[in-house]
């Protein structure tokens, strides 16, 4: 049988030859990795000081200063992002799990911010730009749809944390056991609501509207949020799906509303998947340029004002980076380093958790 | 007896306000489309479609525009970032699932997909100031000597290498995609019934055999996914090109020389745009660019949705 033989080593030998070259194909991806780690943090460690994070930069060409714009700026884009798109993206996510759960209506809508988190995010930039940066001096019907916008957000939060204070601590205290007391205390509070959003409405629209000249704050913060909108959907969604259907109907039985069950049973059961996918949308929209081009653009100066161009990190890395000054490198690899490890760590907590909660 | 009513004030408030959450998300895809259209209404009236892709010429002065040399780099990075991906990507998602021992897989797995985490900046930037060099002084000239001195295949590698190309473009894409198909891959792969792949050893096949006749054709459906998610990914990156492509609207046949992409053109120049006509070719730029993508994506999505229905059956 020495046939037999041979052909059963020249298998094992090829078998052996591929299985090689595939464990070479994973150790080139650590080796990128690694590389690309390495070099971040090579370059970086040496323009990491203080002043980075507390001094503004200095004029071109002359050495010091920091990027105390850049890391201001950047937390202010990505703090409203997260605002705008965080509370969208999480009732989008509630409507699509719950009240269309299994309809066509929720798996066009799933489908379709499956593609939305892959989309070009540089056309989203140039999107942004078509509705809040280029409207000069014509009525900004996409600034003011903003500002309605937001100023409905700033007024559901508002209105939940109001809830929240009088459940929790002035009930407790007074002790209101009428039904029809706690009836007109929520309406007093719904109405407080609504009046607080068109208040905001009313005051923030000409200390908005009128004053964006071209690239500013708002718009970048606009552009993050559509990307972070389906993000943080998909995740809330996937995560409602995982709460077992028995929960629900066991609130049901009770006589919950189905409200009352969103909000008490099934929220609270996938409170750490739903937080931990909103922490890693906000690592990935951190990361972004593209959008933030030609939306906040950039500007070389400190500002926290939204209504002007401003600084954001990552931008300012472009614009460093193929700048002529060897000054401007060194701090955008420092600024990279900071960026690229605050990310890394942000993701790798964040599947811990994931994994922790939901695998272990 | 008290009446329970049917839907609560509550339920009703709260489910208008979540579905016009969810219906902004349709919104907000739709447009998209409708305002690159507008915006690039003029464009398309004056140079039309098929002119327009053909056109190679993109003169801000004469106000002439056309979309070939950046639809040519676009898809020249694609095709090649594929080329270089695909195979490093399957041979890690066939190392995750089968090779690799037990203690490795969840690090070595986690490891890959921290590569997809990485800004795209910072790609960007690492391609410029490390790998173009590399590039430039080391791998260009020694893929001219080799492969370069072949007769027709030759006329890709000529000219002087600067590392600021559509070669190094490549290079730094593919690396970007590669987590994109292994992840994709690896679950696919997991996915192979365990008796399938014992029923295979039992026939006497090596381990390979399995890989190759058993676990990759089930799992077809999803590495194409996977594969066609890539490409729609590679399409749309922006950053990490803008800094190694440099940004040359001409068509020349060697990889060796500076390109530019639909997505580059876009970063560079669209603060720039001094008339309406420049910027409305740029915003038919990015419709062109949304449309393609949008595409892609939903075949991608298809592939992985009848994959997905096509292992719970």
Redesign the interface.
């Known amino acids: 049988m020495i046939y037999e033989e041979s052909y059963v080593k020249k298998r094992k030998i090829k078998s052996f030859i591929a299985l090689s070259l595939s464990t070479l194909a994973a150790f080139l991806g650590l080796f990128w990795l690694g590389f690309i780690l390495f070099d971040v943090l090579r370059h970086g460690i040496s323009g990491l000081n203080l002043e980075l994070f507390t001094e503004d930069p200095a004029p071109p060409g002359i050495p010091g200063g920091g990027l105390r714009h850049a890391f201001v700026g950047q937390l202010e884009i990505v703090f409203f992002a997260t605002i705008i798109g965080v509370p969208v993206g999480m009732l989008a996510g509630i409507f699509i799990a719950e009240y269309a759960r299994g309809t066509k209506f929720a798996k066009t809508i799933s489908i379709l911010s499956d593609i939305m988190v892959s989309v070009p995010s540089i056309v989203v930039g140039t999107f942004i730009y078509a509705i809040l940066v280029k409207p000069i001096g014509q009525i900004n019907y996409g600034g003011i749809l903003a500002v309605a916008f937001l100023s409905a957000i700033s007024a559901f939060i508002f209105g939940a944390v109001l809830n929240l204070f009088v459940s929790k601590i002035l009930l407790k205290i007074i002790k209101i056991t009428s039904e029809s007391a706690v009836k007109i205390l929520n309406l007093v509070i719904t109405l407080t609501t609504v009046l607080f959003g068109i208040f905001l409405f009313i005051y923030l629209m000409p200390k908005l509207v009128d004053r964006i000249q071209g690239f500013n704050g708002w718009a970048g913060a606009t552009a993050l949020a559509f990307i972070m909108i389906p993000v943080v959907l998909r995740t809330t969604e996937d995560m409602l799906s995982l709460v077992p259907w028995s929960l629900r109907e066991a609130a049901f039985a009770l006589g919950a509303s189905y409200y009352n069950v969103i909000k008490d049973v099934v929220i609270r059961a996938s409170m750490t998947g739903i937080l931990t996918g909103v922490i890693l949308s906000i690592s990935r929209v951190a990361g972004e340029t593209a959008p933030l081009l030609f939306t906040s653009f950039n500007n070389s100066f400190f500002t926290m004002n939204m209504n002007e161009p401003i600084a954001s990190l990552t931008v300012t890395i472009f614009v460093y980076a193929t700048g002529p000054y060897e000054d401007w490198h060194t701090q955008a690899w420092a600024a990279s380093f900071v960026i690229t490890f605050f990310i890394l760590l942000v993701t790798i907590v964040a599947r811990a958790i994931i994994h922790w909660r939901y695998k272990g | 007896m008290k009446k329970i009513r049917r839907?609560?004030l509550?339920?009703i408030?709260?489910?208008i306000?979540?579905?016009s959450?969810?219906f902004?998300?349709?919104t907000?895809?739709f447009?998209?489309i409708f305002?690159?259209y507008?915006?690039s209404s003029l464009a398309i009236h004056r140079f039309g479609i098929i002119n327009f892709i053909l056109t190679e010429d993109w003169n801000p002065v004469k106000e002439i525009f056309g979309a070939a040399a950046p639809l040519y780099g676009t898809l020249v990075t694609t095709v090649l970032s594929l080329l270089f991906a695909i195979?490093?990507?399957?041979?890690?998602a066939?190392?995750?699932s089968?090779?690799?021992p037990h203690l490795l897989k969840t690090p070595?797995g986690?490891?890959?997909?921290?590569?997809a985490?990485?800004?795209?900046?910072?790609?960007?930037?690492?391609g410029?100031?490390?790998l173009a060099p590399i590039m430039a002084d080391y791998i260009e000239p020694a893929l001219q000597n080799t492969l370069g001195q072949i007769p027709i295949i030759g006329k890709l590698f000529e000219g002087t290498p600067q590392g600021i190309d559509l070669f190094t473009a490549s290079v730094v894409l593919s690396?970007m995609i590669?987590?994109f198909i292994?992840s994709i891959a690896r679950d696919s792969l997991n996915l192979t019934p365990n008796l399938m792949k014992e029923s295979a050893y039992a026939l006497g096949a090596?381990?390979?055999?399995v890989?190759?006749d058993v676990m990759i054709p089930y799992a077809k459906l999803g590495i194409y996914g996977g594969i066609v998610?890539a490409l729609?990914?590679a399409?749309?990156?922006?950053?990490a090109v803008?800094?190694v492509l440099g940004n040359r609207h001409e068509i020349s046949a060697s990889l060796f020389d500076a390109a530019a992409t639909i997505?580059v053109t876009?970063?560079n120049e669209?603060?720039e745009a001094d008339s309406d006509v420049y910027l409305s070719s740029?915003?038919y730029l990015?419709l062109i660019?949304?449309v393609m993508?949008?595409i892609i994506?939903?075949v991608a999505?298809f592939f992985l949705?009848r994959a997905e229905r096509g292992y719970s059956r």
């Open positions: 839907l609560p509550s339920d408030f709260f489910g306000i979540s579905f959450a969810s902004l998300v349709l907000l895809i447009s998209t305002v690159l507008d915006e195979p490093v990507a399957l041979g890690i066939i190392f995750l089968e090779v690799s070595v986690i490891a890959i997909e921290m590569l985490a990485i800004p795209s900046i910072i790609y960007g930037m690492w410029l100031f490390t690396i590669i987590p292994a090596t381990k390979w055999d890989v190759k998610l729609g990914r399409l749309g990156e922006t950053m803008a800094f997505t876009l970063a669209f603060t740029l915003f990015a660019l949304f993508s949008f994506l939903a999505k949705l």
